[in-house]
T-cell receptor
């Protein structure tokens, strides 16, 4: 059974710092891995999607990497800003059933 | 603008009552999903539908029911059999044909509480 774990559960950093969020999964047979952002009381916004054949994706200050063999992904945020404060969730797409399996999320606070 | 609309934003359920959460999308997506989110937890799949008049159970379907009579709409009913319904409910959609390469789009959620 696929399980997705995110460490740490919470993170607080000063503004301007570069940071890394971690995501691990137990079954390497995935179609893709997705990173989402969730603001308090809101739905999820897609940040990056890495297909199983890809190693990384970049969007602005965000860079996500994928290592299927080790079951790990990282989300790198460069030059963090207070507006980056949110919960970040990773999810893996498994099989043709279209099921996304989510991690518990990392809640990030960027202090001015 | 295309998107997913969930209503109501807040909902309260009395003992023994069934309640229905609305989800409407104008993205012309074939697939729609319902997730439940508990505090400090990730999302868990309740039901999903890949086509009109068809749907499948997710990981935690007990105490819930759905219908998919129109492509745009995928309402979720929380029945009295669901003993712990207090949670944040999220609806999502995605294009079926390219679902592996396209992320799911999410609504803003409905927060359900017990009276």
């Amino acid at each position: 059974k696929q399980e997705v774990t995110q460490i740490p559960a919470a993170l607080s950093v000063p503004e301007g710092e570069n940071l890394v969020l971690n995501c691990s999964f137990t079954d390497s047979a995935i179609y893709n891995l997705q990173w989402f952002r969730q603001d308090p009381g809101k739905g999820l916004t897609s940040l990056l999607l890495i297909q199983s054949s890809q190693r990384e994706q970049t969007s602005g200050r965000l860079n996500a990497s994928l290592d299927k063999s080790s079951g790990r992904s990282t989300l790198y945020i460069a030059a963090s800003q207070p507006g980056d404060s949110a919960t970040y969730l990773c999810a893996v797409w498994t099989g043709n059933t279209g099921k996304l399996i989510f991690g518990q999320g990392t809640t990030l606070q960027v202090k001015p | 603008d295309g998107g997913i609309t969930q209503s109501p934003k807040y909902l309260f359920r009395k003992e023994g009552q069934n309640v229905t959460l609305s989800c409407e999308q104008n993205l012309n997506h074939d697939a729609m999903y319902w997730y439940r989110q508990d505090p400090g937890q990730g999302l868990r799949l309740i039901y999903y539908s890949q086509i009109v008049n068809d749907f499948q159970k997710g990981d935690i379907a007990e105490g819930y029911s759905v219908s998919r009579e129109k492509k745009e709409s995928f309402p979720l009913t929380v029945t009295s059999a669901q003993k712990n319904p207090t949670a944040f409910y999220l609806c999502a959609s995605s294009p079926l044909a390219d679902r592996v390469n396209q992320p799911q789009h999410f609504g803003d959620g409905t927060r359900l509480s017990i009276l």
